[in-house]
């Protein structure tokens, strides 16, 4: 186990570090961390009610802060790969989450902050623009310590967790295995939680109150996390795979117009006797694919990393940019994605949100989805896989299945947006949206649900497989570029289709207005649909053209 440590730097004990036992600590922050995600969900709606934002505004914003969150994950994997250990990095920015949450919950409880009319006299309304500037500031500082605090966590947890096991025990290796399987439940029942509950909390008992309680989940499960630090083992950062494939780019670009011949080539073969690493055992041949990436491996008489690549450390890197054109194009299916909670949720709150006589938020609704995804994810371990190892060739099961995979989540996402596209045209059709029930939204978020457990894990598995040993840990990083990027780009696509559909009139675009009833979500989502089938496409012609090039080989 080299590379592992205690918390006093010392090497473990098995027996007294790691394990089951170490992971026991950890399910509370993974719980509380996901009924957060959940309840983040339903901040169009805090923006709209605490700040008076126009249904664009809102979504921009909302859309804004989650692509910052998946995008500070990647960074945060940058970090904890490069400089720190993971659980130190979960005790340094946890707090920052804590720090936000008080710090959104402090601009909406403290009374002075709540401003009265500012068209009485001059100086009032010199008061209020003040009073406005500041609590915009808490607004935008609470969401970014917010949006650093989860980015950095949700980048250190998995990999800690998985710390505990040691993959060349055979035993230790099933107990990692159940570790994430255990991981999984904890995040649909948090997921369900925070649904259900802060969700309702936020809603009917005031967002000062559910911000806090946001806080205070965070805060409990890095204090409980905290208890176990003598029991856990701790991998020393030893570099980031970014790294390397930045180095094979840099090189080559400072040696292109060197002649490159076989004679000063490295040996494939070659393996220095400096290595301490067993993962850099993995040899990878020379192939003929992008050819000018060979020119790093020329050798001048300098062998600094920055001036000298391996055979296998480049072939690791064009592994990396063959994978790329399905990143990007999955980036264009996850499109709609975020478009379920930040407009579907809040148009569905203008119908009858009554569940037999109860008065239920309309996020909640994912909830049902979410105990759809703990059983699909349990059917799937259990059933599935093992169905597939036994009866499919192993090139279809690590390659073909997972691509598969994630393309049927994606269809299950066009027919979301396809359903939602039919349900706000029945909501503008009928004379008062109070007599529709919102559960005409839930196939919906069952779609989204779905989608998400499919093509999330799918895309996360095809990547982990392909990967070379060096680079496996990327694999979580380019599916959180996936979901970050795409929620990015929502906010660009609103602001563009609100442009576009204006028309020079200021109050007629499509989500323009301050409610729901003004706006065209109908339209939005059927353009959302043809947009979703045409990304869909362009996904399954990449991942054809991928598996073509990997079969010939």
Not at 399 to 428: C, D, N, P
């Amino acid at each position: 186990m080299e590379g592992i440590v205690n918390w006093r730097g010392n090497p473990v004990d098995p027996r007294k570090h790691g394990g089951v036992r170490a992971t026991l600590f950890l399910y509370t922050l993974v719980m509380v961390r996901s009924s957060i995600n959940a309840a983040n969900t339903n901040l169009v709606g805090f923006f709209r009610s605490t700040h008076n934002m126009t249904i664009d505004r809102s979504v921009i914003l909302s859309t804004n802060f989650g692509g910052a969150t998946w995008m500070l994950s990647i960074l945060g994997a940058f970090v904890t790969d490069s400089y720190i250990k993971r659980f130190n990095a979960i005790l340094l920015f946890g707090p920052f989450e804590i720090l936000g949450f008080g710090l959104l919950a402090l601009q909406v409880h403290i009374p002075s902050l709540h401003l009265p009319p500012c068209n009485l006299n001059q100086n009032l309304h010199a008061d209020c623009e003040s009073l406005q500037g500041w609590r915009t500031s808490l607004l935008y500082l609470g969401l970014f310590m917010v949006a650093i605090g989860e980015g950095f966590m949700r980048a250190a947890t998995p990999g800690f967790g998985g710390e505990q096991f040691d993959t060349d025990d055979p035993s230790e290796s099933k107990l990692k295995i159940r570790f994430f399987d255990f991981a999984a439940m904890a995040t649909c029942f948090g997921a369900f939680l925070g649904l259900v509950l802060v969700v309702w909390i936020q809603n009917f008992k005031g967002w000062d109150l559910g911000l806090g309680v946001c806080a205070l989940f965070i805060l409990s499960g890095l204090l409980l996390a905290a208890v176990g630090f003598p029991v856990y083992r701790n991998k020393k950062p030893s570099g980031s795979p970014l790294t390397s494939i930045m180095q094979v780019f840099v090189v080559a670009v400072k040696k292109r117009k060197i002649y490159v011949s076989p004679e000063n080539l490295e040996d494939p073969q070659i393996i220095t006797e400096t290595t301490d690493d067993i993962t850099s055992l993995e040899v990878l041949p020379r192939t003929k694919d992008l050819r000018f990436l060979d020119k790093a491996s020329i050798y001048t008489g300098n062998t600094d990393a920055w001036s000298y690549c391996s055979i296998s450390q480049i072939e690791e890197a064009k592994i990396f940019v063959k994978m790329l054109p399905i990143l990007i194009s999955s980036i264009f299916c996850y499109l709609p994605f975020s478009f379920f909670f930040t407009l579907t949720a809040p148009a569905a709150s203008t119908m009858n949100t009554k569940l037999m006589g109860v008065k239920i938020a309309p996020a909640s609704l994912y909830a049902v989805a979410v105990v759809l995804q703990f059983f699909v994810l349990v059917t799937n371990n259990r059933i599935i896989i093992p169905a597939m190892q036994k009866y499919t060739s192993s090139r279809y099961y690590y390659t073909t299945s997972h691509l598969v995979r994630a393309g049927i989540g994606f269809v299950f996402e066009m027919l979301g947006t396809g359903m939602a596209a039919l349900v706000e045209r029945k909501r503008r059709t009928v004379v008062n949206p109070k007599d529709l029930s919102f559960l005409w939204s839930l196939p919906q978020f069952i779609c989204v649900g779905l989608m998400e457990v499919l093509s999330f894990v799918g895309l996360m598995e095809f990547f982990s497989n392909q990967l070379p040993v060096q680079l496996k840990s990327l694999s979580s990083s380019m599916v959180f570029f996936i979901v970050g990027m795409s929620i990015w780009l929502d906010g660009v696509l609103v602001a563009i289709v609100g442009r576009v559909t204006r028309l020079g009139d200021k109050e007629s675009g499509w989500l323009d207005g301050m409610d729901f009833d003004s706006t065209r979500l109908d339209l939005f989502y059927a353009l959302l649909t043809a947009l979703q089938l045409l990304s869909f496409f362009i996904f399954v012609f990449c991942a054809r053209r991928y598996l073509l090039r990997q079969s010939s080989q």
